[in-house]
T-cell receptor, first 113, second 114 residues
Framework: QQQVKQSPQSLIVQKGGISIINCAYE??????FPWYQQFPGKGPALLIA?????SEKKEGRFTISFNKSAKQFSLHIMDSQPGDSATYFC????????????FGGGTRLMVKP | NAGVTQTPKFQVLKTGQSMTLQCAQD?????MSWYRQDPGMGLRLIHY???????DQGEVPNGYNVSRSTTEDFPLRLLSAAPSQTSVYFC?????????????FGPGTRLTVL
């Protein structure tokens, strides 16, 4: 049973557009929500993260929006660039469970020039 | 700092063969873990360790063994490979730091079991 559901599986956006990736979780004990970016042939790398006591976090062109009541969070990439083309994973970390991350299924983003 | 290193990068096995995937980190991280990545399923935790001599199972531990004799190394052993273990394997490490510490991933090992 997948505790973190991610959509869409793939996304094509024009250069300069906004990319939006959505995630939903079930376990209300999750208390840390990171997003990872993965380029082909590489391991995932932390992009941005948020805690549930904050509704939004912005770092450059990347923004996480968090809706605790709906148990949903999303990644927005503003002014998307071809260099943003990668696979993005949302994840959730369970309170008092060490560093065990539960990942969503991933979104393959392609930004067309 | 080399970060998290994994060897080999690619491996082809026949059903029933055994092998060990190597993982090492030079950041003095307490926490190390192994994930497998399959299309559409994200990364799933196989085994993890919070320090030398301490290991525990993750979401999909069957068919895999681990040990942690040093802080730096965390090898993953496949005792009798099966085609269902065809996947990309990632090792990750982090400080424990209350659970929100950034996890650093290695470059992965692509394993094919025929």
């Amino acid at each position: 049973q997948q505790q973190v559901k991610q959509s869409p599986q793939s996304l094509i956006v024009q250069k300069g557009g906004i990319s939006i990736i959505n995630c939903a979780y079930e376990n209300t004990a999750f208390d840390y929500f990171p997003w990872y970016q993965q380029f082909p042939g590489k391991g995932p790398a932390l992009l941005i993260a948020i805690r549930p006591d904050v509704s939004e976090k912005k770092e450059g062109r990347f923004t996480i929006s968090f809706n605790k009541s709906a148990k949903q969070f999303s990644l927005h990439i503003m002014d998307s660039q071809p260099g943003d083309s990668a696979t993005y994973f949302c994840a959730a970390l369970l309170n008092n469970a060490g560093n065990m991350l539960t990942f969503g299924g991933g979104t393959r983003l392609m930004v067309k020039p | 700092n080399a970060g998290v290193t994994q060897t080999p990068k690619f491996q082809v096995l026949k059903t029933g063969q055994s092998m060990t995937l190597q993982c090492a980190q030079d950041m003095n991280h307490e926490y190390m873990s192994w994930y497998r990545q399959d299309p559409g399923m994200g990364l799933r935790l196989i085994h993890y360790s919070v320090g030398a001599g301490i290991t525990d199972q993750g979401e999909v531990p069957n068919g895999y063994n681990v040990s942690r004799s040093t802080t730096e190394d965390f090898p993953l052993r496949l005792l009798s490979a099966a085609p269902s273990q065809t996947s990309v394997y990632f090792c990750a490490s982090s400080h424990l730091a209350g659970g929100s510490s950034e996890q650093f991933f290695g470059p992965g090992t692509r394993l094919t079991v025929l």
